[in-house]
């Protein structure tokens, strides 16, 4: 009987320990102070986004880029006033396109892009706290070849004269396009020089202008490298109405335009452009 009774007071003891173990009477509370708080940084990047109004633009035409609060500002505009504590640095970048850093006072919260050969673009923007990438947004561009020449259409011609303009940071240049109203109107496309863009040599000009045209307009039908030249001569003189002082090395042809890769002045480079004309 006794050690039936000692069984049984054992049991209880054990469940009653459990019981206890599981459900403490005063469970334990965290107190406001030693909760960790949100940085600064946290509270005022995490929202950060960024913002383009048509992913899908033209060559040579350009698209805003904007930075924005997506919790706090729906129609994509934020105007920030940061101080230095919040992050270090805010760098923009596109793969060979744009790359460069800005800083928080003031804030820079658009910035204009262009591209001078058709493909999808990656956009990132990273903020930057104790070198240590604190917040990551980004965003997919698609450059197309929409209208007859670049960004100029021969029938619906541009108010301005400037037409657009590209930059290579990886490379170091700038590209132009400018269009010229007259009987015959025509649009150039050559290197811009200043004090960001030294000048290149004339056979780098050529190389990354060729890229360029190629891109957009695919294999020439008529270059130096293959064709004579003559036969390059006569068949940009019965295309092109402006007799200008080029001399051709590469020619395109499709429905709406005549383009030509050229050589500036005639029989002593300087440079080299893409000029095209309508196709008459």
């Keep these: 009987m006794l050690k039936k009774y000692f069984f049984a007071s054992c049991i209880a003891f054990v469940l009653f320990s459990c019981a206890k173990d599981n459900h403490p009477e005063t469970p334990e509370v965290i107190t406001p102070e030693e909760k960790e708080e949100e940085s600064l940084t946290t509270r005022l990047t995490k929202n950060i986004d960024v913002w383009i109004d048509n992913r899908v633009i033209n060559v040579f035409e350009e698209g805003q880029i904007r930075v924005y609060d997506k919790e706090e500002h729906k129609d994509h505009f934020t105007f920030f006033l940061w101080d230095k504590e919040v992050v270090d640095s805010i760098v923009w970048h596109i793969d060979d396109v744009l790359h460069?850093?800005?800083?928080v006072n003031p804030f820079l919260s658009m910035?204009?892009?262009?591209f001078n050969k058709?493909?999808?673009y990656k956009f990132d923007l990273l903020l930057y706290k104790n070198n240590k990438v604190v917040k990551q947004a980004g965003l997919t561009i698609r450059a197309v070849p929409g209208k007859?020449?670049?960004n100029v259409n021969?029938?619906?011609p541009p108010a301005s004269n400037i037409v657009g303009q590209s930059y290579s940071y990886k490379k170091g240049y700038r590209i132009d396009q400018t269009y010229v109203k007259g009987?015959?109107?025509y649009s150039h496309v050559r290197l811009y020089y200043g004090d960001q863009f030294p000048k290149q040599t004339p056979q780098k000009e050529k190389e990354y202008l060729m890229e360029v045209a190629q891109a957009t307009f695919g294999t020439p039908t008529l270059t130096s490298v293959v064709n004579k030249q003559m036969e390059l001569d006569e068949k940009y003189n019965k295309l092109f109405k402006n007799k200008l002082n080029y001399t051709p090395v590469a020619l395109w042809e499709n429905?709406?335009?005549?383009?030509?890769?050229?050589e500036s002045p005639k029989d002593v480079i300087e440079s080299y452009i893409i000029v095209a004309e309508p196709k008459y």
């Design 100 to 103: 460069y850093s800005s800083g």
């Design 111 to 114: 910035t204009g892009v262009t």
């Design 118 to 120: 058709p493909g999808d």
């Design 148 to 150: 007859d020449f670049f």
């Design 154 to 156: 021969w029938e619906n």
């Design 183 to 185: 009987q015959y109107p």
């Design 255 to 262: 429905n709406t335009s005549s383009i030509a890769l050229v």
